[in-house]
């Protein structure tokens, strides 16, 4: 079965320390993007990727960085000057732009990052 | 600054009868637009969207309307059923298949 992979699914950090949220699919999408949810907010974007070996800041970009060095994969870090990292991180992929309003994005189940 | 506005956070209808959620947006440069439904702890799914040069867009239950001028949209599911509840969040896009703007979502609980 396609789908997105996000691991872990609950994750727990001290404060000063990085951590990378993995997301994988065997989609085949090209694009790949990286949210953050907060209680009561919608859907904030941090980065995403069009293509290999490239990406772009979002709305919410600072303290966070990402690579993009093969398709299916498409890590987050989380760096000590996030300062306030705690919220539930989704990660999605599209299919080709033409067809996005035909299938959507495709979600991940999501990370839930708590700074302890 | 948030430019899709979802500003019911809840609705309750019962069983059987139409859920009605509105959207409300505040940048003209949006184009397409999307509706996803969310279970706690899981991702949004991709349930129905629209582009502008449409009004109204249907899929079995649900149908989503949009009236560009208001710059407004609304998602219509009939009838209600209890599988159905969950938090909806509409989304927008300027182009087509690039970054999309949420808003917070709607919790709709369906009563039996």
């Known amino acids: 079965d396609g789908g997105i992979t996000q691991s872990p699914k609950y994750l727990f950090r001290k404060e000063g320390q990085n951590v990378t949220l993995s997301c994988e699919q065997n989609?085949?999408?090209?694009?790949m993007y990286w949210y953050r949810q907060d209680p009561g907010q919608g859907l904030r974007l941090i980065y995403y990727s069009q293509i290999v070996n490239d990406f772009q800041k979002g709305d919410i970009a600072e303290g966070y960085s990402v690579s993009r060095e093969k398709k299916e994969s498409f890590p987050l870090t989380v760096t000590s000057a996030q300062k306030n990292p705690t919220a539930f991180y989704l990660c999605?992929?599209?299919?080709?732009?033409?067809?996005?309003?035909?299938?959507?994005?495709?979600f991940g189940s999501g990370t839930r990052l708590t700074v302890v | 600054d948030q430019q899709v506005k979802q500003n019911s956070p809840s609705l309750s209808v019962q069983e059987g009868r139409i859920s009605i959620l509105n959207c409300d947006y505040t940048?003209?440069?949006?184009?397409?637009f999307l509706w996803y439904k969310k279970y706690p702890a899981e991702g949004p799914t991709f349930l129905i969207s629209i582009s502008s040069i449409k009004d109204k867009n249907e899929d079995g239950r649900f149908t989503v309307f949009l009236n560009k001028s208001a710059k407004h949209l609304s998602l219509h599911i009939v009838p209600s059923q209890p599988g159905d509840s969950a938090v909806y969040f509409c989304a927008a896009s300027e182009e087509m298949g690039y970054k999309l703007s949420f808003g917070a979502g709607t919790t709709v609980t369906v009563r039996a």
């Open positions: 989609l085949n999408h090209d694009a």
């Open positions: 940048n003209s440069m949006f184009d397409y």
């Open positions: 999605a992929s599209s299919i080709n732009p033409g067809q996005v309003l035909i299938y959507g994005y495709t």
